[in-house]
Each structure stands twice: as structure tokens, then as C-alpha cells.
């Protein structure tokens, strides 16, 4: 999936690196990713950013490299957010609905693609987003194999140790509220009924990480985003 949308990125922008001269050209870096060479691109992208520290196109490049599929999708909401007329703003856009397509969530990934139409419906992502949706009912095709070697990869997050505690209301609309609104940007939620004291909380989990670590720096995007006060909780044993 990663050589596939990568191949597709590089066709759609080298037309226009001339365009952003202001910018970093991070073409010649997305070939190296393509070649395999990501390792390489990660060395060098701390010293790309600190001699460009106003590069839009560095935190879409640094999206890319992201592993985390989650904090990979609040980098590009982020890039979005404040750039959203940088010429990879609908390719963050498509790599959000390429994540929650692979991982089998098509409710969110449709409206992810909603968002991808509304805002760039110029966008040549909106074709390749829609054969994704054709292929989906048609027998495995090479596009179907990379999504589903791409589904293999993110199902590691299933296996999550730590969640996000974004929320807890005793009124159940304003859980409902937070939920819907996370949901809408393409944050995975759900919620729990906890009894605290005789009360009883509803509360609002967001997303789903394999150590303290990736779990911290999402908490932090997370909490100045949507001006939260969330916390880290570890998975309970069932």
C-alpha cells in the first residue's frame, strides 16, 4: 500500500516542486522511501528541519515516515489544519482514509473521503479513493493485496496496551458530543460506562497504542487540538 500510494504521490507533484520554490522539495525523499531507503530519510530529516523550521512540506514528510499509523493521522490533521492549501493537503487527507480503509473501519474512512470531496474535489486522490471502495466488493485484485498486506500491518495496533481517557460526563449527550466530534476528524473512539462513588461517568477512550510512549505524544496533540484534559490509562486485563 505504502509503494503503491508513494508511486501515486510522486506522479502527482512533480509537476509542481517548481511551483513552491519556498519549500523544500521533498520529492527527492519520497523516492528514497520508495526505494526502501526510509531509514535514510529519517536521519536527515531533523537536519532538514532545523535549516527549515517553517517547511510545510518537512511535516508532511515527517507524516509519511511515521509508523504509527495514529500518530501518523494527527500529524497530517495537524499539516492540515494549518496549511490547507499546501499542494499535499489532500494527499494527508488521502493517507487518513487509506489508514482507516486498510484497518476495515470503511464508516470512518467514508467520511474521511466526504471531507477529501468537499474540500479538494480536484483532487486525483478522489478516483484512486473511489477504486479502493469498487474493489472492496469485486474479487482481490494487486490493490486488494496491498491494502490487505497494509491491514496486516496496522492490525498491530489492535493489540493496544494504552488508550487515551479523553473524557468523562455524567450527562451522556456531552460524551456523545466528544465522541462524535473526535470521530469526525477520524480518531477511533469509544465509550464506557464507569461507577465512581455511585455515580455514574460515561467515558470517552481515543485511540489505541502499544506503549507509553506513542500514547504520550498523541495525549499532547490530542489534549492542545481539542483544548482536552486527557490522560494515559493502561488496557485492563480481561
Known amino acids: 500500500m505504502k509503494q503503491f500510494f508513494i508511486a501515486a504521490l510522486l506522479f502527482s507533484f512533480s509537476f509542481t516542486s517548481i511551483a513552491y520554490c519556498q519549500e ?5 525523499y519520497l523516492k528514497q522511501i520508495e526505494k526502501g531507503e526510509s531509514n535514510k530519510v529519517k536521519e536527515i530529516l531533523p537536519k532538514l528541519k532545523k535549516e527549515n523550521p517553517k517547511s510545510a512540506n518537512l511535516i508532511f514528510l515527517e507524516g509519511v515516515l511515521t509508523e504509527n499509523g495514529q500518530e501518523a493521522i494527527s500529524i497530517y490533521q495537524n499539516f492540515m489544519e494549518k496549511y490547507p492549501n499546501n499542494s499535499y ?8 482514509y487509506s489508514y482507516y480503509y486498510a484497518l ?17 474535489p480536484d483532487s486525483p486522490y478522489i478516483k484512486m479513493a473511489l477504486s479502493q471502495e469498487e474493489a472492496r466488493q469485486e ?14 500491518k496496522v ?6 496496551k494504552f488508550t ?14 466528544l465522541k462524535n466530534e473526535l470521530e469526525s476528524e ?5 465509550m464506557k460506562e464507569k461507577n465512581v462513588g455511585g455515580t455514574t461517568f460515561h467515558v470517552v477512550y481515543a485511540g489505541k497504542f502499544q506503549n507509553r510512549n506513542e500514547a504520550e505524544k498523541f495525549l ?19
Open 155 to 160: 492490525n498491530n495496533e489492535l493489540n493496544y
Open 89 to 96: 493537503a489532500d494527499a494527508a487527507l488521502y493517507r487518513i
Open 186 to 190: 477520524g480518531i477511533p473512539c469509544e
Open 104 to 120: 476495515g473501519f470503511y464508516d470512518t474512512a467514508g467520511k474521511v473521503l466526504k471531507n477529501l470531496t468537499d474540500k479538494y
Open 139 to 152: 474479487e482481490e485484485t494487486p490493490l486488494m493485496k496491498d491494502l490487505k498486506d497494509e491491514q496486516a
Open 220 to 238: 499532547q496533540q490530542l489534549n492542545s487540538r481539542y483544548n482536552l484534559n486527557g490522560r494515559i490509562i493502561e488496557k485492563e486485563n480481561n
Open 164 to 177: 487515551i481517557q479523553a473524557g468523562a460526563f455524567v450527562k451522556i449527550e456531552n460524551a456523545q458530543g
Open 24 to 28: 523544500v522539495d521533498i520529492v527527492p
